[in-house]
């Protein structure tokens, strides 16, 4: 029977954007992490370009704990003031393009992911600690409000869902402990799911992805916070 490790990041800031069905004019967001994000923000830690190959990231098995749900904000903007330039290669100066942006606002997410190979875990757990490039999370007007990088975050011998469940909760320092949920909501890629999201990365450079299956389910919310047990947050 193979071993299974994973590694945890935190994902938590001011605003996230996850959209996973974007289109011009409505710039969506799911309201977790998607897998696609996620293995774009890996890429950028390891200082990989858009052309390099995701195999090996994709396969590894994503999980995501929501510790704060966050409020969906809608961003309402127009864009052409004063003219743009349309399909014909003309300016067009008769109206404008209004459009809708949203965002996750005040979100927290524990997020694992799952693989067979040590060795990557540690080079991406590494990676995070010191990103070659700038993270962000999911747009890059959205940067971490705190470190994504865990100095516990890599987990051997460790199952995905062992891990999400057992690991403290991200509570947020103006969060008081009394008012800590009783239940966090769980998203697990699992290939008999009865969700499909379109978030499998095939290729950045292409921008092709394919359907991934995904369940949902709780867990009760640990009684521990992350700040009682890990005073190693940031980097050195």
């Not at 990103?131 to 470190?147: D, N």
């Amino acid at each position: 029977m193979s071993e299974h490790h994973v590694l945890l990041l935190r994902l938590s800031g001011p605003l996230q954007a996850w959209g996973v069905e974007s289109r011009f004019s409505v710039r969506d967001t799911g309201r977790e992490p998607s897998k696609s994000g996620v293995i774009g923000l890996l890429m950028a830690a390891k200082g990989w370009p858009r052309g390099h190959p995701v195999e090996e990231l994709a396969r590894l098995r994503l999980g995501v704990r929501a510790d704060v749900e966050g409020v969906v904000l809608r961003d309402y903007h127009v864009a052409g003031v004063g003219g743009y330039l349309n399909a014909r290669g003309t300016i067009e100066r008769d109206n404008v393009i209004p459009g809708n942006r949203y965002y996750l606002m005040g979100a927290r997410f524990l997020v694992g992911l799952e693989g067979e190979d040590i060795a990557l875990l540690q080079e991406l757990h590494a990676a995070l600690r010191d990103p070659v490039w700038g993270l962000y999370l999911g747009r890059k007007a959205c940067v971490p409000g705190e470190p994504v990088w865990l100095c516990n975050g890599l987990r051997p011998n460790e199952s995905l869902e062992q891990a999400l469940r057992g690991y403290p909760w991200l509570r947020p320092k103006w969060f008081r402990p009394e008012r800590r949920p009783s239940r966090l909501r769980l998203v697990l890629e699992d290939p008999e799911g009865p969700q499909v999201r379109p978030d499998q990365p095939l290729s950045f450079a292409e921008r092709r992805f394919a359907p991934r299956r995904t369940r949902t389910c709780y867990c009760d919310a640990p009684s521990i916070f992350l700040e009682e047990v890990d005073l190693c947050t940031s980097p050195a």
